[in-house]
Structure formats: structure tokens, C-alpha cells
């Protein structure tokens, strides 16, 4: 069943049925002040911080997701009434026509019921605090209306999400609310300035422009009544708020407007919400009295954002593709590079920080959008970097460089509920690194002096050579890499001394990867210590070989996790994708080992982690058995890996299998099947059930995962072929044998390039001829030197 259409043109995705199988998501905001919205208007607000800035309260793990930013309508002739979204009122759909436009940090509602159309835009300004809901009401009718609006959001009570949630017996008496003029003010803790979390005190308002405030409400059990819900609030059914204010209760904010519209007049309201005292929420108030400035927020909301996105675009045969490449992909991983995995309508804000590797891997989702803007943020993450090499587990979001604690203290592991170390943190930094060294061509980078997370600096040469040294100082009875508290799967802990041969692969990519940079550098030294330690590596994972498969790591005890002789867990993904995106496996091993995949775990909606679940023969430390068959880390589609698989399957010049791969696991081609999917059919979850479940290909956890970064690697690297390195850029696209080609634009270090991929022979990859405007050059590589700033490339794949 389909809901709704991508629109390319507009960068938008529209949804034109509102009863979705699950609210379907939208992101407002910036790092300072965060928004969420779904199509019918539920969602939250916070400060900096979804755990300790909430400012609008939600309920997490329901359909109905309530509440959220709701506007009412009342005809006061008839006594009906409705809301500007088809939810929280749900009048029938077949009288109440909805359409929800989801764009780049801006949504848009428009809904026809009983002769009335309205028009609300939801958003937060660029770089402001605040958010702002502009609502257009228009009477459609032959005859005059008078109507009634009601703005209504539901404070929280507490900037912090549970105290405000459990500790009732404290949050209910800290707050009162005040009408000043044109809004709601709510004050927390006045007395002594400070809420719960310790937060300096400010106020919260919600006020209106553009008509008279004729009622109010700041007590929510006011204005929805007694034994009501949203659906049908007391004060909008009777059609006068009545001036109730909170004092020891709950809070909200509710502004009632009357109208009286003549045919085909329309009103336009300006509701604003943000944290400010009241002096400042009016000079915020005022400054939307000015004609036209909500359109003008609009356009340079949409002029950033899609000036970003232009950064990259692709036109190929595969709408999918297109959708999820040049937009909605593109634009996830712009949010996961902002949120992390903070807050979501599942993540409920409380995890405070950055993952280390969370945030790393999310970093190269936007390298190709935007060099500089990633780089700020992998100094940042090298700067969470400890001195002895490894990351922190948890960057705290006011993370202090040169003076945190580490997992080494106690107070940290107080702090932040992380007790040790993770295998793999700082092992991401070096493909984030390479690629943003190659995107920007800023070889000077890697002389960067940058600080450690508990003291002391070195050059970002010296940061990796040091990750390095972390996981050679940490090798298990086999040489290599100790899995510590857990590699990149959390629920796969082989004790402290067991070995994980995905960090090995990783490890060995790392020790390619500073062996070039030792090299163009003229360390020999160095050079010499890689090459002896990646050879030792090499024939310690040369012995992980298990006939058509890389075994999965070796148990602190000695047992082998992933054999092909185990009754369960006996195949998993990330071993075979990661022997070849390393470049360890022979030719042989990884076609081999990346047939078996596709044989063993493949399925309609993308390839499982592992296979057979675990069930009756798991170990004390395979933590994902405790999942149902199928689900999350045990036997799930997760939705991260599939990213490195499509990558693996396109270094090896298989095109149809990578697209293959990019279609079962896309949001975009499951658009006509919304019911099985149930999560928006625009942005990747975190994982889907397989085919064990009884509801196969529904996926789950939407937004902020890190497939959103992987995919678009293994799309723009592996199946566009665009792998920047320092020098230039090389061209080696992997794509369906039925293409006759597709075309790129794309900025590269201040030049732009027209890239033309022609595909006569229809074959999956290589590359036959490559010219730069009109001269012809060998192989698949173009020198950044011989770039112009309009650049025509056409290449032959044959």
C-alpha cells in the first residue's frame, strides 16, 4: 500500500494518506535547539539536549505518538471542530482531505474539511533557538465563517526528560504559568533559578501573531477537561478558553483566536515556541509581525539546505536511487552527523553524548556533501581520543578536550555508565580520515596539533599512529585484536582477551592506510614496523579462513564464534564484507566468502547479521540471543551492515549484486509496500526483521543509525565509483549490467564536475576510457592537478 510520493524536484517527500502505519518523521533544528514532527503534528522540543533540555513533552512507543504541536479549528455556528493536522481530532478521512509535505528542516500541513482549508508550516529559523508554526486559515465556502483556532503545545514541567516523566512528587509543584499580553510564560524553580538538572533557569513561552488572543489556558487539565484526551479538549469542544493558569499541576501553553472570514478570506497565525523570559519572546514576537518574513525563513532554510545536498547529485535509471542518493539519504546523514543517536520517537534523549564510533562512521555519510563541515567534527572526535590510543566511549556533549576522565576512572564510568574500552572506536578514524584528506585534498591536515581527551596533544599523524598502538597493545593468544568490552556489535562480548576478526580487518585497513601516509611522509621507520606487524596480522587471519567463510572471532577460552561446523551463529556478514573492503582476502576467498552471503543470508528484504539465530547454543557472551529469532543482533536485517556489503560487492566489480543489495534493504523501494515496512519509506532504521519473524521486512528505530552514513558510502564509493584519494579522484563506478549508464554533478575542491558514465557493453564495471574535457587519460584516475573550474568527464565502462 503506498502513502505518499517522493517529489525530487522539491526535495520533498508528500504523504497524502495521514494514516500512516506509524507517525512518520521529520527533523527542525540544529544542534541548539531540536525538533521533531510527524505527519499529523506529534513530536517534541528541546534545548541542546533531548535528556536535560526537553521543553515539550511526548510519549514514547505508540502508534498515536502524542502529543505534539496541534492546532485546533471550531466552526462556531455549528459547534464542530477539527485540527489542522488530521490527528489528534482524526476526523473520517472520507470528509477530511490531508497532504503532509516533509522537507529539508521544514514540514508543511495542509487539510480541506468543512469548507476550510489551512495551511501550517512547521520549522525552526536558521541558527535561531526557537521554533515557529505558521498556520493559513482560508474559508472556502460561499458564505461568511466564524471559526475559532486554538494553538496548543504541553510543556514539560521539568528540563529534564525523567524527572519530569517519575518524580511527580517534586516536578508537580515547581512550576506556575502567567498570560503576558500574547503568550504563555512558564516559570520552573523561580525561587532558586535552577530546575532539577542543575540547569540555570529560563522561562518557556508559546505566544501568537497575526490576531487577538481571545482565551487562554496555562493547565493542561483545563483546557483538555476531565476523562478527555487531545482528541477532544473541553475548551475547544465549548469554544472558550477560560483563562485557567497552572500553579502545583501540569503546564501548558493554549491560545484561543476568533475569526470571522468572509468568502475566500484566509487569516495567517504565527504560534512561536521556544525557552526565553518574557522580555525576550517579545521582541521575538514583534519581529513576525513583519509581512512576508516566515516565507523569507522558509527560502533560506530551503537555500542551505539544498545548496548542500547540490553538493552531489546523481540521475540514473533507478528512481530509488535517486530519491535516497540525492535527497533523503543525504539529508539523514546530516542528522545523524548533528544527533548522534540522542533523540528520536524511540531514542528518548537520554543517551547524553556521542558514540565514539556512532559519530566517526556518521562523519563520512557527509564528506562528499560538505568537507570543512565534517572536519570540524573529526577534530572534535580526535580530540575525544585518550593518549593511550583508544576513544572515549561517550562524548559527553559539553565535552571538555585536554581535561576528561577516561575509562581508566572511576568517575567516568560513574558518569557515563561506560566501564572500558570498545575494540574498534578509534580504528573508524582512519577511513573517515582518508576520506576527508581525499575529498578536500587538505594534506596538511595530518600535521594538525590537536589535544587528547585527558591531556597532552599530537599532529593527527601522530593521533592514528597512536590508535595504532592501542590495538597492538591489546592483541589476544592469536595476535590479534582483544574484543575488550565489545567490538562493534555490543551484543558480542568474546571476553576481555578474546579476538574479533572484524577489528582485525579493520586494523589491517588501518595499517594500509598510515603505511601511505608513513610513506608520502618519509617515515621509514614506521614503514618497516607496518610492514612487519601487517604481515604477522595477515597469516594470524589467513588461519580465520573456514573453507567459504571468515570465522566471526575466537572466545577469550579458545572456542571459535562463527564456525562453519556450529549449529548456530555459523555465518556471519561483517567477517566477509570487511576481509574485502580491507583488501585483505585473495581474490579467491572473497568471491567465495561474498557468494556465501548472498547464498546463506540474503533475503527479500536485505542480508541477515548472522545465521542460524541464536537459540538453544548461544554463550555467555552472545548477549543477542535474548532477542526473538530474526530480530536486532540476532539474525536481523541490521540495516548498518548492509552499506558495507553493497561497498565489498562493488570493489569486486559486481554491480548487479551491490544494486541488488541497495534495492532490498532500500526505504525508497518499499514505497508501495508501507504496510510491511511500517517505518517512513524515506529514511533507513536500524534494523528489519527477517524471515523467522511473523513480520518479516518490518523495520525499526528510524533516523539516527548509522546506516544512514554506510549505505551512502557504499552507493557513492562503491556503486558511483567516486573514491577520492590525496591526489585526485578515481572513477571505478559497479552498476546493474542493465544501465546504459547515468550521469553525476559534483563539487570537488572548489571545481565542478559533469561526469558522464556510458555503459554500451552493458557490463557491471570496469572502466574501458576516461576523458577529462576532451583528453583522454589511462585507467580510471583524474588528477586533481589537471582540473578546471567547469570540468567535462565521460567515462566507458567495458
Not at 329 to 342: G, K, L, P, V
Not at 622 to 646: C, R, V, Y
Request: proline share 5%; aromatic share 12%.
Amino acid at each position: 500500500m503506498q502513502y505518499g510520493y517522493f517529489d525530487l524536484a522539491n526535495k520533498e517527500y508528500v504523504i497524502t494518506r495521514p494514516d500512516t502505519p506509524a507517525p512518520w518523521a521529520n527533523y527542525l533544528g540544529d544542534p541548539e535547539y531540536g525538533a521533531m514532527i510527524s505527519n499529523n503534528a506529534c513530536g517534541y522540543s528541546f534545548v541542546k539536549s533531548g535528556a536535560n533540555g526537553r521543553i515539550s513533552r511526548f510519549r514514547f512507543n505508540s502508534n498515536m505518538a502524542l502529543p505534539g504541536r496541534y492546532i485546533y479549528i471550531r466552526d462556531n455556528d455549528t459547534a464542530d471542530y477539527w485540527s489542522a493536522s488530521w490527528q489528534p481530532v482524526g476526523k473520517p478521512l472520507d470528509q477530511y482531505k490531508s497532504v503532509c509535505r516533509h522537507g529539508t528542516a521544514y514540514t508543511i500541513m495542509t487539510a480541506d474539511y468543512a469548507s476550510v482549508h489551512s495551511e501550517t508550516t512547521y520549522y525552526v529559523p536558521y541558527h535561531q533557538t526557537y521554533e515557529v508554526w505558521r498556520t493559513k486559515i482560508t474559508n472556502t465556502s460561499d458564505k461568511p465563517r466564524k471559526l475559532s483556532v486554538f494553538g496548543f503545545v504541553e510543556f514539560t514541567n521539568d528540563n529534564n526528560y525523567e524527572q519530569d516523566q517519575v518524580n511527580l512528587q517534586y516536578t508537580l509543584f515547581i512550576t506556575r504559568t502567567s498570560f503576558e499580553e500574547n503568550r504563555i510564560i512558564q516559570h520552573i524553580n523561580e525561587n532558586s533559578g535552577k530546575d532539577a538538572s542543575g540547569s540555570n533557569h529560563k522561562e518557556r513561552f508559546f505566544g501568537m501573531v497575526g490576531a487577538p488572543v481571545s482565551g487562554w489556558n496555562g493547565n493542561l487539565d483545563s483546557f483538555i477537561g476531565p476523562y478527555r484526551t487531545y482528541s477532544n479538549p473541553i475548551a475547544v469542544e465549548q469554544g472558550k478558553c477560560d483563562g485557567s493558569m497552572n500553579y502545583n499541576s501540569n503546564a501548558c501553553g493554549a491560545l484561543q483566536s476568533d475569526l470571522e472570514l468572509t468568502p475566500g478570506e484566509t487569516a495567517e497565525l504565527i504560534y512561536i515556541l521556544g525557552q526565553r523570559n518574557s522580555a525576550e519572546a517579545a521582541t521575538i514576537l514583534d519581529t513576525y509581525k513583519t509581512l512576508g518574513k516566515v516565507d523569507a525563513e522558509i527560502a533560506e532554510l530551503k537555500n542551505f539546505w539544498h545548496k548542500e545536498l547540490s553538493n552531489f547529485q546523481v540521475n540514473t535509471p533507478s528512481p530509488e536511487f535517486n530519491n535516497m542518493i540525492n535527497v533523503w539519504n543525504a539529508y539523514q546523514c546530516f542528522i545523524t552527523f548533528i544527533w548522534s543517536r540522542a533523540a528520536s520517537f524511540v531514542y528518548c534523549g537520554l543517551r547524553n553524548g556521542y558514540g565514539y564510533r556512532d559519530t566517526v562512521q556518521d562523519i563520512q555519510g557527509i564528506i562528499h556533501l560538505d568537507p570543512e563541515m565534517a572536519a570540524d567534527k573529526i577534530r572534535f572526535m580526535l580530540s575525544a581520543q585518550v593518549d593511550n590510543g583508544g576513544g572515549l566511549p561517550l562524548v559527553k556533549f559539553n565535552h571538555n578536550a585536554g581535561h576528561e576522565n577516561t575509562p581508566d576512572d572511576p568517575e567516568y564510568v560513574k558518569e557515563t555508565g561506560h566501564p572500558s574500552y570498545r575494540a574498534d572506536d578509534a580504528l573508524w578514524l582512519f577511513p573517515t580520515i582518508v576520506k576527508y584528506i581525499g575529498e578536500s585534498g587538505n594534506k596538511a591536515f595530518l600535521d594538525e596539533v590537536i589535544v587528547y581527551a585527558n591531556g597532552g596533544e599530537a599532529t593527527v599523524y601522530d593521533h592514528l599512529k597512536n590508535a595504532i598502538r592501542f590495538s597492538m597493545e591489546r592483541l589476544g593468544a592469536h595476535d590479534m585484536p582483544a574484543g575488550l568490552h565489545a567490538d562493534w556489535n555490543d551484543c558480542l562480548r568474546m571476553g576481555a582477551k578474546g579476538e574479533s576478526t572484524f577489528v582485525a580487518f579493520q586494523l589491517y585497513y588501518a595499517m594500509r592506510v598510515i603505511r601511505d601516509m608513513a610513506q608520502q611522509r618519509g617515515d621509514s621507520d614506521y614503514v618497516a614496523y607496518i610492514d612487519d606487524i601487517q604481515a604477522k596480522l595477515g597469516a594470524s587471519l589467513e588461519k580465520c579462513w573456514d573453507g567459504d567463510r571468515f570465522i566471526r572471532g575466537i572466545r577469550e577460552d579458545g572456542v571459535v564464534v562463527g564456525a562453519k561446523k556450529d549449529p548456530e551463529a555459523s555465518m556471519w556478514l561483517n567477517p566477509q564484507s570487511w576481509a574485502v573492503i580491507s583488501g585483505f582476502a585473495s581474490k579467491d576467498q572473497a568471491e567465495q566468502s561474498m557468494e556465501s552471503v548472498h547464498r546463506i543470508l540474503n533475503t527479500p528484504y536485505g542480508i541477515k547479521l548472522l545465521d542460524p539465530p541464536y537459540r538453544a547454543h548461544y554463550f555467555d557472551g552472545a548477549l543477542m540471543h535474548i532477542f526473538n529469532p530474526d530480530t536486532k543482533e540476532n539474525g536481523g536485517i541490521f540495516s548498518q551492515s548492509q552499506g558495507w556489503a553493497i561497498l565489498a560487492e562493488s570493489l569486486l566489480g559486481h554491480g548487479n549484486r551491490a544494486f541488488e543489495y541497495f534495492m532490498e534493504s532500500s526505504p525508497a523501494a518499499m514505497n508501495d509496500r508501507a504496510e510491511i515496512r511500517v517505518m517512513e519509506p524515506y529514511v533507513h532504521g536500524q534494523f528489519t526483521e527477517s524471515t523467522a519473524s511473523p513480520y518479516a521486512g518490518r523495520s525499526h528505530v528510524h533516523w539516527l543509525t548509522g546506516t544512514a552514513s554506510t549505505v551512502m558510502v557504499g552507493c557513492v564509493e562503491g556503486i558511483c565509483g567516486m573514491r577520492p584519494n590525496a591526489d585526485g579522484l578515481v572513477i571505478s563506478p559497479s552498476i546493474p549490467s542493465s544501465w546504459d549508464g547515468f550521469t553525476i554533478e559534483k563539487n570537488f575542491r572548489g571545481k565542478h564536475l559533469s561526469i558522464r558514465v556510458e555503459n554500451p557493453s552493458h557490463v557491471q564495471s570496469g572502466v574501458k576510457s576516461l576523458t577529462l574535457n576532451g583528453k583522454e587519460l589511462s585507467g580510471d584516475f583524474v588528477p586533481a592537478a589537471e582540473l578546471k573550474d567547469q570540468n567535462e568527464i565521460t567515462v566507458v565502462l567495458g
